[in-house]
């Protein structure tokens, strides 16, 4: 295979880019300059060393190693824990200025049509429960999407829990209803069931 | 203006059409049967002469004149009264088999460029309540869609119930949250803050 | 089948309209003013009526009954003759100001899964031959969309006319190539043979 | 900047890429395999050394350094040469399998907003000539897009090839018309126009 067959079936395998927009990521670095290619070869090499994994949350950050910003932040209030599947859904959580406590980036959720959960962390977030508890946790939100794939997570996730056992601590989920701009005309059956449940 | 312009423009202004789809219905109906044309024609006419509005939520029926069926329903929760904008957000409630209280139809939603209520028929409701309240109501649910018009017109309503005053009776509104498939990753922030408050 | 229901039904039928949009057209209707239904329901009746067909090249008129305005005009190019599928064909080829020959509406395209012409006016166009050549006719312009249907259907006339016979008459079809605004790398092969071809 | 956003704004940098699909390319490759990521660094870093531009045509190319496949077939017809503005239009033109000449790449296509053709080889392909000409060079296609850059550009190189003068060398562009699944309805009256000066 040649050099530029190679690297298009690499950028095909972005998320979102099929072979027509790979074949033209690489004319568009065929013509563009030698310092912007080092640049992109240097910052994909990059992500190997200079970022690291927050041994607490376990999410990706830049500071220096060990715990990220918001770990470290002893102003956070550690008597919430939200669980989400990635750092995108936590950067979406931190965007809207609401939630003060803490996270933990589950790396995924649980695919429809398996019941493994290899490559979710659950097991470090179970083990990591006894000293959040000693710190004050009280309640653990599941902040999944509001889709099936986030729903089985979300049961997965809650039994664990269980068997983990601790009466005192809540496990609660993202509220469902209308979202913002949401028609009840176009609205399906269930949000509106949700809507109507958790009317106030 | 000869009678097919004429025609075309009556279709644009039905709600999402433009110009050249109100051309192709006049295009479709010249070469229909004269049995659809005629169809058409009663079907329009009859709107005015077999439709009838109940005088209890005031949306249109086809039963005989007075109370619609649900309306007339006798298993109907008469504790909840759910106000909606048009029939077809009515609708979507019945649709969603979670509803078993009644309703009032405003008629539309407060417009944000003007502070007028007229098309609303916020008078009729008002002007409903004590014969309601005598047979039993206890909440009254503002089912307005989740936009800035549904908005306005929840405020414009509630001030009127407070002004109206019954202290023992509810006003509520449709759950905000997560709507069914939503990502965290591409809600917006109100929605996300709605969806950790409404967290259960 | 109550009057709501089977005026939606109506609407269903035309053409792009589905379930949805149908009821949405019943329920601005019924909240339209009685002169604009009155109005919706005339104008349909007068399609029957007041609208005539053109003898001559068979689109739908609104001229005093006899020949339309295009067939009327001596100005017009005797000479061409561009074979259409609908009225909207012609008036697209009028929009563009080029063309100033005489039409003909075969009131439809050959599906591809029929080979049944019931419906076309092919007939129709044979028999009006004798008199059009008389009248100075050279070129037959096959006007048809650049699809599979248009393709079948240009076949399907040009063989009838070879029956018919006349070695002097040409018959033509519509250029091929870029349409305006076309990109070569989103141009399919096909299309791209056509403006090689048809280079200049 | 950390690493993450000095990433992010490389790929905000690709054709197409906004911020969002940016963050998300990142977060994908921090996830991916170090593997991966080796092999799209290096593969960057390739474009640099493997890949060379053809001498004649000045596509990109990574056989062997000098003439690309293409230019070196001896087979290929030498009375044609394509003028286009980029290697995917030159990939567009051979997936039709209609052609068989040479091609030259210019690079880009002339801006609307300015009368400057840096960046864009015309001064390489008129110095071109004379050996093409010697090799039976017949007739220059300019194969441009059939948008206004395209037609600034072929204005522009068809006055260069004047001044370079050969009266025998035909100069053509590629024909215009319908394009493959054009509806007559929905073309707008340029392509209408060229579609029926194009009739054939």
Redesign the interface.
Known sequence: M???E??TN?FQ????IGPR?A??????????S?A?????????????S??HQCPSCLR?H?GKKGACGICADIHRDTSLLAV??????LL??E?????QGHYFVL?GLLLLSSERTNGLHIKELLSSLPARIENGLKEI?L?????PEGDSTAIRVREELTGFGNPSMKV??????????????Y??????????????
């Open positions: 040649d050099p530029l190679r690297l690499v395998k972005f998320p979102g927009q074949g033209r990521f690489v004319q568009f670095l065929l013509r563009s030698p912007l290619r080092r640049e992109l070869a240097e910052g994909v090499r990059e992500l190997g200079d970022v990706y830049t989400v599947a990635s750092d995108t859904d979406a959580l965007r809207s200025h609401t939630y790396g939100i902040a999944f999407p509001a889709n609660s989920m993202l509220g469902r209803g209308l979202s913002t701009g949401s028609e009840l005309e609205a399906d059956p269930e949000t509106i069931k949700n809507a109507l449940e958790g009317r106030h």
